[in-house]
Every structure is written in C-alpha cells, then in structure tokens.
C-alpha cells in the first residue's frame, strides 16, 4: 500500500510540509565533490527510498550495535529520562528513520505534536502515516527537508515546551567543527531553556567498530554502493557499480570511520556532459562516523550553546543517550 493512499483513508492523517532541496543540489554537490582531492559525496546522499531501506536492515544485523544498544538505553531509562525531560508539547526528531526509538517516550509523555524530519520523503511519509494510526490522539507532521543546511519549524509548531531528538549517533557523520555549527543551529530551533536528546556514540576497539561496518552479510556494502545506483537513476550518469568496492576503516588520529568508494580498475566516470578519471585504488569518500569520549562530546556541547543535563550508558559504555539544555 503506498503512503499516499493510506494518508488519504486514515482518520489521523499527516500534515506533510515539504522544504526539500532541489534535485540540481544533489547534482552540484556530487559535481563538486568528484572536482575535489580526495573526493568526497556528502553522507546524506546515501539516503533516498533505497538508502533508508537498506540502513533500516543495516540497524537488524547482530554487528551493527548502535541500534539496539541505544534502543536498550532507552528501554532501561525511560523513566528517567522523562523525569528529567518533564512535560514537553512538541517532540521534533531530526532524522526520524522509522520513529522506532520515539515510540518509546509518546505513550509516557503523550506530547500533543510530534514532527518527523528526513530527507527521504517516501519513506518519511509511509514511517509518519504508521506512527500517526498508532497513535490517534497524536496530531503527526512530516517535513521533508535536508535539515544539515537549514532547520525551520512550520509556524504553527512552534512551541515553548519542544525537545528535539537526534538519535541513532547521526551527529557523528558530522566533522566536529561542522557538528558545532549543526547544533548552533538546533539552539536556534528550539531556543533557550528547551531540550535535545541525542544519541553519542562512544570510543571502543577497533576490531568492534570494523565488525559493525563491514557485516558479512554485506548490506553496508549494498548501502554505500547504492548511492553510485541513485545517481545513474537520478544524474543521466553512467557509472559500473561493479567496478568499485566498499570499503570501511577506523582512522584513530581522526577517532573516526571512514567508509570510502574504492576503485577496482582505472575508469571514467561520466555524468552528463562532465567526466572524472579514477585510477585503481582511487575512493570517494561517502561517509564518516566519529566517535567521541564523554568528555569531547561535553565540550562539543558547550561550545554549541548548551548544557549536559544527564548522560545514560550501557553496560559497556558503547553508546550514550544525552539530554542537553539550550542556554
């Protein structure tokens, strides 16, 4: 069943707000970074309908341990966590993926709005649409927007009692200097004495993080070399998936993962008139996900205007959920 059907028979239907980019921003920036040394495509091209189906798969396999560690967080916490939320009108998450992770806190806090932000419109409708015929009494937006470039609440949202979520470690797919100025931008957005929830991953052995980004089952694979498919769909390119490879490595004099684009043989790239050499071994550089101490991550947060409240972890210290204040 397509999302647009469902929305139009339910009794609970989304108020969609689309603040998409333009398609020739996908094409400029793809352009631009193939231009660059090192190449580089920014990560949040990997998430079209495809991109999002292939992460939600991606967040079930027994190596990839954010998801359900976060996840267990929350389940263990959420007491907690609303005690020390309190009572919020409006819940905005940022990179709502399935809303799996929110569901946790509506039935505790039944906020009367709660506002998904994507990228991925189809998917963002269909994952919108299910939230709000679970919830009947929840009056559910969907707003489609890259919200890395600007963040904006549609008028009649706007509320003195929000907090926003930004799970699942996306602010790691940010440089740190870049993460400050995301969350500047999140301050805005909320404004002072309102919170964020968001989601930290945590420093730990290497052999786990390159486990978690290169499963045997090879999905991570499919995930990244997707975006290569999206743009021959999308760009008029005409690109062989099959002459590159995934690849992902934690670089620890940068605390990060890298997941690149490897070259297999020396090739030409073209999309439409435009065309880039690659010789074997060269990559393009999809993706990085940092990791962060609990102290860094502090100082991040006051560098962007806010104040840590609490800090939950797991059992092992793999992942942190922190709940910040804007001041």
Not at 212 to 238: C, I, P, S, W
Not at 250 to 255: A, D, L, Q, T
Request: proline fraction near 3%; include cysteine; aromatic fraction near 10%.
């Amino acid at each position: 069943m397509g999302a647009g059907n469902a929305m139009a028979r339910s009794v609970n239907p989304v108020e969609f707000h689309d603040y998409s980019a333009a398609s020739s921003d996908f094409l400029n920036e793809v352009l631009s970074g193939l231009s660059n040394i090192p190449k580089a495509i920014p990560a949040k091209y990997l998430y079209d309908q495809r991109g999002a189906e292939l992460f939600n798969k991606i967040c079930e396999l027994p190596e990839y341990y954010p998801t359900r560690t976060e996840t267990g967080i929350f389940r263990d916490n959420a007491d907690d966590i609303a005690e020390h939320m309190g009572e919020k009108n409006i819940f905005v998450e940022l990179g709502s993926g399935n809303s799996e992770k929110a569901r946790i806190l509506l039935e505790s806090f039944r906020p009367s709005q709660y506002l998904g932000v994507d990228i991925s419109k189809e998917f963002l409708l269909e994952a919108t649409q299910n939230l709000a015929d679970d919830y009947p009494w929840l009056q559910v937006h969907a707003v489609c927007a890259d919200f890395s470039r600007q963040l904006r609440l549609p008028a009649h949202c706007i509320s003195s009692s929000i907090v926003a979520f930004y799970l699942g470690s996306s602010i790691g797919n940010f440089h740190p200097d870049e993460a400050v100025a995301f969350m500047q931008q999140i301050h805005k957005l909320i404004g002072i004495g309102n919170q964020l929830l968001i989601g930290v991953d945590l420093k730990k052995d290497e052999q786990f993080l390159h486990a978690a980004y290169n499963d045997k089952a090879g999905v991570t694979a499919a995930f990244n070399l997707n975006l290569l498919h999206r743009m021959n769909r999308e760009l008029d390119a005409d690109i062989d998936v099959e002459k590159f490879q995934h690849e992902a490595f934690y670089n620890p004099s940068r605390g990060r993962i890298e997941m690149h684009l490897v070259s297999i043989t020396n090739q030409v790239l073209k999309i439409g008139k435009r065309k880039f050499s690659l010789a074997l071994g060269d990559s393009i550089h999809t993706e990085s996900s940092y990791k962060y101490s609990l102290q860094e991550f502090g100082q991040l947060a006051e560098q962007s205007g806010f104040r840590i409240q609490k800090v939950w972890t797991d059992e092992n210290n793999y992942f942190s959920t922190q709940l910040l204040i804007a001041i």
